[in-house]
């Protein structure tokens, strides 16, 4: 069984940094890509970035790109989400998932088989 736990998440002012957490507790955790997503009120759930299974790979939603960066600690079952540079559009709750390995594109919510709680991001003006 696979448990997916988001944590780090707060209210920070426009500019401010955070740094996100996901705890994955659960078997083979070294072999799966992950990656973080959010979803605004109103809005779909957006693909933010991922990172692959051994975390010397990563990739940036665009809105992102230069922002934020994900790593990994294999040892510890842990992702995390930097982010720096924030701003009101980034307000958010941002969930940890894990992508299935026969997903062929990772903006594709379809391809993730585990999601965390989610941990909201606020950033105000």
């Known amino acids: 069984q696979v448990h997916l736990v988001e944590s780090g998440g707060g209210l920070v002012q426009s500019g401010g940094s955070l740094r996100l957490s996901c705890l994955a507790a659960?078997?083979?955790?070294?072999?799966?890509?992950m990656a973080w997503w959010r979803q605004a009120p109103g809005k779909e759930r957006e693909f933010v970035g991922g990172i692959n299974w051994s975390g010397d790979n990563t990739y940036y939603a665009n809105a992102v790109k230069g922002r934020f960066t994900i790593s990994r600690d294999n040892a510890k079952h842990m992702v995390y989400l930097q982010m720096n540079n924030l701003n009101p559009e980034d307000t958010a709750v941002y969930y940890c998932a894990r992508r299935s390995p026969a997903s062929r594109r990772p903006d594709n919510p379809g391809g993730y088989e585990y999601w965390g709680q989610g941990t909201q991001v606020t950033v105000s003006s």
């Open positions: 659960g078997p083979s955790f070294n072999m799966y890509s």
